[in-house]
């Protein structure tokens, strides 16, 4: 049992001071939370406001639009009229399955592709481990420049297909490495037990690694499938028909270029005027959004642990 020596008095910490934006405030205060909660808002209506003044629009008439000079934040009278013009037919419509069956496929094909590197890769005894890591590694340092990969493209004969929108972005170094650490967390005696069991590789990646890896499987398809909708660029590029435009490019002439769409683009009644051009410009931006609006919330959960946990431990 120790005893205080009255020699050597005891030295206390002296309190911790409190730093706070307000003189005299701590941050427990009311004054900062209400601080706090006015910089929130303030942040959540800079985010917010843009786009209910979009979806506003979309809904508005041409008396509407006429009157507020532009975009509406509060129609009167809604009316689906720019959406049922751009979707009972035309280049809109074709566009957005045109871009659904690019994502679904892409995503489809850039996932298998990716769980068979990253499940090699992750196998250290595996043939060409080492040579194949790196040049994963050096294809994330150096791109391709956009005149080789556009005579790559055109070599290939794949100008003006919808393989030159899924091919060339297959395989993304990062999200092979996430999944390949991933794969590397999972215990080795686990992979061992189902050796002496007799089971394949296959058998393995199938019935052991993906189960345990929802999570980064989960989250790399969205990476995947994200790329793949907002990808215009290679479209600018290689896709001379408008009629296999993509959304994204769609997006781009007539929103961001601020062309002007036709009567035979869109589908209207007969006699019937053409919506004003601010919402079908609006009406583009939100179909443009919403499938991965609607998307993501499903996959939100896996965020943290199928990127945090892969990156980390790799």
Known sequence: MTTLNPAHPV???PPRRSYSAIPGETP?????????SLILAVCVALVVLPFVAIISTSLADTVQVTKAGGYV????DPTLGAYRALLSGGLVSRAMLISVGITVVGTALSLFCSIMLAYGLSRP???????????LLMSMLFAPGVIPSYLMIKQLHLINSYWSLVLPGLINGFNVIVLRSFFMSIPKELIDSARIDGASEWRILTRIELPLSKASVAVIGLFYAVTYWNAFFNALLYINDAAKWPMQLVLRTYVINNSQLSGGQVDVAAGAPLPPAQSLQAAILVLSIVPIVLIYPFLQRHMNKGVMVGAVKG
């Open 73 to 76: 934040m509060w129609p009167h």
């Open 11 to 13: 030295r206390r910490r």
């Open 28 to 36: 427990g205060s009311p004054p900062w939370r209400m601080l706090k």
């Open 125 to 135: 005894g595996s043939y060409g481990h080492k040579p194949v890591l790196m040049l």
